[in-house]
């Protein structure tokens, strides 16, 4: 299928043939959770941590004698059911990462393109490049093209002009093709591909 190609000024100076077999599959709502669970999954540092009774800071000895006080027969104030006591089945470090078919990964990314094509919010420029690593310069690109919340996904490597000017555009992240990712892909307005980025994810989904 055909897409037109602009430039940084949202003049279309051409198109560019999409692969239907990329940009034009049955968008699934599940594969696309299933992935976004498994990326946020990875990203959790799974740190938290509660005391068990043998960690607490508290006396071993017995509280009050076994008869004749009249309270309920207490062994240790360590007990979860104590004021100052340990927590019971609490969490401990551990991985959260889970598995998930490199064909079901592939699959998501395929149908995030094609969602975000679907949609119509998808953009391809011709290149992402810059003279100068000017925030202001790329600003009114940015407002030229009616930007404010998206993603840019460039080839193999991100100019380097390109990426300094971006960041102090809040809303606007720059990727190079590798990082593509479903996660990053929904999370923003708008999903603007570079020629490059294009030919490369197309070698990597084919």
Do not use: C
């Not at 800071?57 to 004021?83: D, E, F, L, V, Y």
Request: cysteine-free.
């Amino acid at each position: 299928m055909q897409w037109d190609v602009v430039n940084l000024d949202k003049e279309t100076i051409g198109s560019i043939d999409l692969a239907e077999a990329i940009f034009a599959v049955d968008v699934r709502a599940d594969l696309l959770a299933r992935m976004v669970r498994w990326q946020l999954a990875k990203r959790r540092a799974g740190t938290h941590k509660v005391k068990t009774r043998g960690e607490v800071n508290r006396t071993s000895r017995k509280p009050s004698r076994q008869k004749g006080s009249g309270r309920a027969r207490q062994g240790s104030t360590k007990g979860p059911h104590m004021r100052g006591g340990a927590v019971v089945h609490g969490p401990h470090p551990r991985d959260h990462a889970h598995d998930l078919p490199k064909k079901v990964r592939k699959l998501a990314l395929k149908t995030a393109l094609s969602a975000k094509r679907a949609a119509g919010e998808l953009l391809v420029l011709d290149k992402a490049e810059l003279a100068e690593p000017k925030t202001r310069t790329l600003a009114q690109h940015v407002a030229k093209m009616g930007l404010s919340n998206a993603l840019v996904i460039d080839g193999a490597a991100v100019d380097v002009n390109f990426q300094r000017a971006a960041r102090n555009l809040i809303g606007i992240d720059v990727l190079p093709s590798q990082g593509a990712n479903v996660y990053d892909i929904l999370r923003h307005d708008t999903l603007v591909l570079t020629r490059a980025a294009i030919e490369r994810l197309t070698e990597r989904l084919a």
